[in-house]
């Protein structure tokens, strides 16, 4: 009974919840309220999806991300700006207290329009590398649209990418190219966890500066797959900050643009579907796991036993304390948010959810397998014996994977010893008929 109710109340959660799980407040910060012209489908389909935009500049002196202490908004937009700040309302201080209040950011870059010291400081912050001239922009001589930059070679087409790794569920893929006209690379650092590529460069390109107007390049920034085109972090607390290095893959005449490669057809660009993709995982449309009922409890009384405890903790559902060598069972269930509905979470074939039975360190590691499933959520389980050893122990799934909301689940219970009535009697030990006798 109580799973029929976790189950309708998950269902009213989706229908409740018909955009982001974290709220519809969208700030876009536009320098020229004109330039936002450019994007009028873009924010269109926001729109659609039921955000509610505000435009602002950042020159504004009653701008404010946060009253009374809370977040006034719940996502914000940062297109380029050609002023060398964002003003006192954007420090890099304040952005980053706004993600550590769960919000998101989606900041876009322009090559053609230095980088503000303020976000080349944000962005060094959370470990991520911009060239250090700021006017430097990504080229590639054999993997670009030969209709728009024929000489530059400066107009990116790159295919939709796959899964960042096989045992990872791909949020950004499809069959189209994506034109990233003019982009901006990004180097990630390699000691942080939550920095993740999303679009990489192909092979053969590499970051020039136009106002060098050299034809070679001796030293480039970055080169190959070494150059992030699109960046994602996810914080601790599952708050998101994409960069995409191109702003004007989001304009309206990139959304359908007919493209052709130097050695291939010509084909409509994926920039709409992939516009949709990335803002629908930055503002937490997807990718957002959801913890349902968690329980655990005793698995059966052993023969041998038949103590006043054990007896109490036989059918009721997640009691505070256990013995050694008991069977338990322990489930949990769990949602992926997607777009407007909460659906059951499938884990890829070559991942695993798993539990952890931990007193400091683990004691048993065990794969959590589905064993139910309705049209909300996914219910794993496990069956395992107990060790023997006495003590304050936790129940722990503990799953962090990129693109996807963290999830630690922590329970605690004791786990005693044998009580005095417990041990077999001495004429059920062979070992001791000698000694009886």
């Known amino acids: 009974m109580r799973w029929l109710w976790t189950c309708i109340l998950l269902a009213l959660f989706g229908v409740a919840q018909a955009i982001s799980s974290n709220g519809n407040r969208l700030l876009v910060i536009c320098e020229e309220l004109l330039e936002k012209e450019k994007y009028t489908q873009f924010w269109d389909d926001l729109e659609g999806r039921g955000f509610s935009l505000a435009f602002e500049s950042p020159k504004n002196d009653k701008l404010a991300l946060f009253k009374q202490g809370d977040r006034a908004y719940d996502h914000i937009i940062l297109l380029p700006t050609r002023s060398k700040g964002l003003g006192p309302s954007l420090s890099p201080t304040i952005l980053l207290e706004f993600i550590k209040q769960k919000g998101n950011i989606l900041l876009?870059?322009?090559a053609d329009s230095p980088v503000p010291s303020s976000i080349s400081s944000l962005l060094l912050e959370l470990d991520i590398h911009l060239p250090p001239d700021r006017t430097s922009l990504v080229v590639d001589h054999f993997n670009y649209d030969i209709n728009s930059a024929g000489d530059r070679h400066d107009v990116l087409l790159v295919p939709q990418p796959s899964a960042l790794r096989p045992d990872l569920k791909n949020f950004f893929g499809g069959e189209?190219?994506?034109?990233?006209?003019?982009g901006v690379a990004q180097v990630l650092g390699n000691s942080s966890p939550l920095l993740a590529p999303i679009i990489r460069a192909q092979s053969t390109a590499y970051t020039y500066n136009p106002k060098e107007e050299s034809d070679t390049v001796e030293e480039p920034f970055a080169t190959g797959e070494q150059i992030s085109l699109v960046s994602s972090m996810q914080a601790r607390n599952s708050a998101r900050f994409t960069v995409l290095g191109s702003v004007e893959a989001l304009e309206n005449k990139w959304f359908d643009a007919q493209v052709k490669l130097p050695k291939g057809k010509a084909v409509r660009t994926?920039?709409?579907d992939f516009a949709k993709q990335l803002s629908a995982w930055t503002f937490a449309e997807t990718g957002v796991l959801r913890v349902g009922k968690v329980e655990h409890h005793l698995n059966a009384i052993p023969k041998e036993s038949s103590s006043y405890h054990n007896e109490t903790q036989l059918g009721h559902s997640s009691p505070s304390i256990y013995r050694i060598k008991n069977d338990v069972t322990f489930s949990i269930e769990l949602s992926e948010y997607s777009f407007n509905h909460l659906a059951p979470l499938t884990i890829p074939p070559s991942d695993a959810l798993q539990l952890e039975f931990t007193m400091l360190s683990p004691f048993q590691r065990l794969d959590l397998q589905p064993v139910s499933q309705n049209l909300n959520s996914t219910v794993f389980s496990t069956t395992f014996k107990?060790?023997?050893?006495?003590?304050?122990?936790?129940?722990?799934?503990?799953?962090?994977r990129p693109f996807l909301t963290n999830v630690d689940v922590k329970r605690e219970v004791t786990v005693r010893h044998f009580a005095h009535d417990e041990w077999p009697r001495s004429w059920m030990i062979s070992a001791g008929w000698v000694w009886i006798a």
């Open 108 to 110: 876009c870059l322009f």
């Open 386 to 400: 107990l060790p023997d050893q006495h003590g304050i122990f936790a129940f722990r799934v503990n799953y962090k």
């Open 270 to 272: 994926a920039n709409r």
């Open 176 to 182: 189209g190219t994506v034109a990233i006209p003019r």
